[in-house]
């Protein structure tokens, strides 16, 4: 069973930075891509980025510019480093894993608040 552990959340003042981490266990097939994803308070749970096996990524249209998404394979981690966060970016952020022949796993999500 893929196991999620997410860290790095907490409260920052705007303009600031934080980076999450997301460490994947249990995986027996290949990952094919690793993602973050976040939610706020009455809204949808929308793409912050995503990476594939191969270093392809995509990032919302909201973050593009600030936030930087990576993954070290050899420890089925994935990496989120924010800058220049802005009260909007306030929400649970959540770890998504695309696995081979398994499907999509979500991490217990982190909470990153940002004052202005």
């Known amino acids: 069973q893929v196991q999620l552990v997410e860290s790095g959340g907490g409260l920052v003042q705007a303009g600031g930075s934080l980076r999450l981490s997301c460490a994947a266990s249990g995986i027996i097939f290949r990952i094919n891509a690793m993602g973050w994803y976040r939610q706020a308070p009455g809204k949808q749970r929308e793409l912050v980025a995503i990476?594939?096996?191969?270093?392809?990524?995509n990032y919302g249209d909201s973050v593009k510019g600030r936030f930087t998404i990576s993954r070290d394979n050899a420890k089925n981690t994935v990496y989120l480093q924010m800058n220049s966060l802005k009260p909007e970016d306030t929400a649970v952020y959540y770890c998504?894993?695309?696995?081979?022949?398994?499907?999509?796993?979500w991490g217990q999500g982190t909470q990153v608040t940002v004052s202005s």
């Open positions: 998504n894993v695309q696995v081979l022949f398994t499907g999509s796993a």
């Open positions: 990476v594939t096996n191969g270093g392809s990524t």
